[in-house]
């Protein structure tokens, strides 16, 4: 089991303190450093200090890390065009020296959308030009050099693109596709994707979901793709420090010890393994208060040798 770090900071960071996260983890031990991809805060609290664009974050921590990977989850295809987005992660993959990772959905916060003037389809069309986009990604970083890579979709057009610059990671970075969907994201998972994720769901719904990718995959010939959680965590040596940690988290300790990551460093180690065993390779750790390092340094220290 890899246990990653995974950060909201849309919810009120600056790249500095980003970028004191990514270093603390990679410091740690733990496998990669997320974070998520928005422009606005979602739910009510202060906006400031406003929003970081993750790909630019990206490439920064690119060249501030050595060994932690990064990664998206999950960049929406609504925010960029696929040919400018395989052009970006490539670059930034090449900066990393092949760390990275792409998580890609099909956007879902009209208002963020709103408020930066960014088109919002309805659902049926963010799907197709999800798909258009992850065809157009793989065929762009997998087209041999000196070859050109032509597409004609319904949304997005490509004629004789150089289909430059290559990523370092080879024949490219990891593809990662989530959600719950019962239908859809399944069978595009078992077509692209190298990881399916399931956040912040129960173990009961994530072995639904986990059954429903693998038997996606059965159908397209599909083995060795890997399954994950994203869950909120809170760690503390006693219940009043679960407690605090998990108020600023913005959840109810009873609930989130319920349906999330909160306990004691054994707890969580239990819990952890119950999604192991339904055949989670990776875990997510979702966190929230990005001041509280020592909340990192509990989790490797106690959790992390364990799982």
């Known amino acids: 089991m890899k246990l990653r770090i995974f ?28 974070r998520s991809d928005h422009y606005m805060r979602i739910g009510p609290g202060d906006p400031g200090p406003g929003p970081t664009d993750a790909w630019t974050t990206l490439a920064g921590l690119a060249r501030e890390t050595s060994t932690i990977r990064l990664g998206t989850l999950v960049t929406p295809a609504t925010f960029r065009l696929p040919g400018p987005l395989a052009v970006s992660v ?21 208002a963020e959308h709103t408020a930066y003037g960014i088109p919002f389809p309805p659902v049926s069309e963010r799907f197709a030009r999800f798909e258009e986009q992850l065809e157009i990604l793989v065929g762009l970083w997998t087209t ?10 319904a949304h997005y057009r490509l004629a004789d693109s150089p289909a430059l610059p290559k990523p370092a990671q080879r024949p490219r970075p990891p593809i990662i596709i989530g959600g719950f969907g019962a239908r859809r994201t ?13 956040p912040f769901h129960t173990l009961a719904d994530t072995e639904l979901a986990f059954g429903r990718v693998r038997e996606a995959c059965e159908e397209h010939g599909r083995t ?27 959840h109810d300790p009873a609930v989130l010890r319920e349906s ?37 340094e509990l989790i490797a220290a106690e959790v992390l040798p364990h799982v």
């Not at 041999?144 to 979709?153: H, L, Q, V």
């Not at 399944?186 to 399931?198: K, M």
């Not at 793709?225 to 420090?241: M, R, Y």
């Open 7 to 34: 950060t909201e900071p849309q919810q009120g960071a600056t790249y500095e303190e980003l970028l004191t996260v990514a270093r603390t983890a990679e410091r740690l031990g733990f496998d990669a450093f997320f």
């Open 90 to 110: 490539a670059q930034v993959d090449q900066m990393s020296g092949g760390r990275i990772e792409l998580g890609l959905g099909t956007g879902w916060f009209d």
């Open 144 to 153: 041999p050099e000196g070859e050109t890579f032509s597409f004609e979709g």
């Open 186 to 198: 399944p069978r595009l998972a078992a077509r692209f994707a190298d990881e399916y994720n399931l």
């Open 224 to 250: 060795g793709i890997v399954l994950s959680a994203a869950q909120t965590v809170a760690v503390g040596a006693d219940g009043k420090e679960v407690a605090r940690r998990a108020e600023a988290a913005g």
């Open 260 to 296: 999330g990551l909160a306990g004691t460093p054994a707890e969580v180690v239990d819990k952890i393994g119950e999604f192991a065993g339904l055949g989670a390779e990776r875990v997510y750790l979702q966190v929230m208060d990005l001041s509280d390092l020592d909340h990192l």
